[in-house]
């Protein structure tokens, strides 16, 4: 197991049971990604040890094991059969509810977007550029019942306020959408925020 704390190229380590490429990079916070090929790949913040990742990592082990269930069985996803036509027809579908949710959302949390843009993404739901107040809304979004889209954007909208993950991020979403979480368990696919 390596305990290579300085950055640099991903390594290969044994945590929960799984195998893990481990990047340490300057980060804030320890996030997760499946690959498409099954690969589970965490970055974490270059102070942080392995005790603390390893408990991460078995905290997201049903997530994980659905993500590579997908990459495994790619026809389970919808999106990876569609026609060019529906991929179009959900990313329209998206780009017209967006706005309107930014518009009813900034007003509530007291932000302002900046540019909204929509892209058909494999790890992530939405993301957020707070220095620029750019948001990123994942057009697979347009598979899921409206509230799923609506918890994105209030979401993403929550980082021009609070850039990380942390409990002052989770006190002004859950004051904003007390729901979140049910919204949040709908979303089903390897994407996550």
Known sequence: MSRNR????PQ???LAGMDIQLSRKRVKNINLRVRSD?????????????????????SK?????RAQRSCAHPSEDPFANATEAQKRAWK??????????????EPVLGVRA????????????GSCQPSTGRICINTRLALYPPECLEYVVVHELCHLRERGHGPAFYA???????????ARSRLKLPPSI
Do not use: D
């Open 172 to 182: 002004l979403l859950n004051a904003a959408l007390p729901n979140w979480k049910e």
């Open 61 to 65: 082990r049903a997530w994980i094991q």
């Open 38 to 58: 099954g690969t589970v790949a965490v970055s974490a913040p270059t102070w942080v040890g392995l005790p603390e990742i390893e408990r991460f990592v078995v």
């Open 92 to 105: 329209e579908t998206v780009q017209a509810f967006v706005p309107l949710l930014v518009q009813k959302w």
């Open 114 to 125: 900046g540019t909204l843009a929509y892209r058909s993404m494999k790890s992530r739901w």
């Open 12 to 14: 290969a380590v044994r």
């Open 6 to 9: 300085s950055g640099g190229a």
